[in-house]
């Protein structure tokens, strides 16, 4: 793997300055930015949403709007989990 030299320079401090290896360092920073694309993901896929309920014409009670959301939010879940395993 090749990383910039400044790139290398700044995680080689960061690491030195938090007690930790480089490859923590690197792997942290990947950690996060995966997570990032993540949340992106689930908010394109709420506003997916969102926009599908708009269209239905209709507009939901309170209940339904929670059982709509709840059941949404576990479809996302196990969609992520099988993704993982």
């Known amino acids: 793997m090749y990383l910039d030299a400044d790139l290398l ?7 030195a300055t938090g007690g930790r ?3 923590q360092v690197i792997e942290d ?3 996060a930015y995966l997570r ?6 689930a908010r394109a896929e709420l506003l997916g949403l969102m ?7 209709d ?4 209940e339904e709007a929670m059982a709509t959301a709840v059941k ?9 989990r099988a993704k993982s395993a």
């Open 9 to 15: 320079t700044a995680a080689k401090v960061l690491a």
């Open 21 to 23: 290896s480089e490859s």
């Open 29 to 31: 920073a990947l950690r």
């Open 36 to 41: 990032a694309g993540q949340m992106e993901t």
């Open 51 to 57: 926009d599908r309920l708009e269209s239905r014409g």
């Open 59 to 62: 507009l939901l009670d309170d």
């Open 72 to 80: 949404e939010t576990r479809s996302v879940r196990t969609r992520r």
